[in-house]
């Protein structure tokens, strides 16, 4: 079993700041791919950030150039810097993760999402 927890969310003004956090816990072997994905109301799910355990990132559009993802393997946490918050940044925010488990079960795990509400 795999949890993802995240952290981070809040009410913040346009042009401000978050970073989200993802900390991961339970019968971990390694983690692969891990994510931040985002769903405002009425809308589908939609990737935002992801990262390969070597490293490689990719990025929407949408977010190229203020949002940052990063990880730190030795915490088993994600991280997402976003700077110049938009409105439409607006949306709940959840974690994924590809976890190898301590007896080499896969999981494609979710968090429980953060709130991000920007607005004036």
């Given at each position: 079993?795999?949890?993802?927890?995240?952290?981070?969310?809040?009410?913040?003004?346009?042009?401000?700041?978050?970073?989200?956090s993802?900390?991961a816990?339970?019968?971990?072997?390694?983690?692969?791919?891990?994510g931040w994905?985002?769903?405002?109301?009425g809308?589908?799910?939609?990737?935002?950030a992801?990262?390969?355990?070597?490293?490689?990132?990719?990025?929407?559009?949408?977010?190229?150039g203020?949002?940052?993802?990063?990880?730190?393997?030795?915490?088993?946490?994600?991280?997402?810097?976003m700077?110049?918050?938009?409105?439409?940044?607006?949306?709940v925010?959840?974690?994924?993760?590809?976890?190898?488990s301590?007896?080499?079960y896969?999981?494609?795990?979710?968090?429980q999402?953060?709130?991000?509400?920007?607005?004036s």
């Open positions: 079993q795999v949890q993802l927890v995240e952290s981070g969310g809040g009410l913040v003004q346009p042009g401000g700041s978050l970073r989200l993802c900390a816990s339970g019968s971990i072997f390694s983690i692969n791919a891990m994905y985002r769903q405002a109301p809308k589908q799910r939609e990737l935002v992801t990262s390969t355990s070597g490293g490689s990132t990719r990025y929407a559009d949408s977010v190229k203020r949002f940052t993802i990063s990880r730190d393997n030795a915490k088993n946490t994600l991280y997402l810097q700077n110049s918050l938009k409105p439409e940044d607006t949306a925010y959840y974690c994924n993760a590809v976890v190898t301590t007896r080499a896969v999981f494609d795990s979710w968090g999402g953060t709130q991000v509400t920007v607005s």
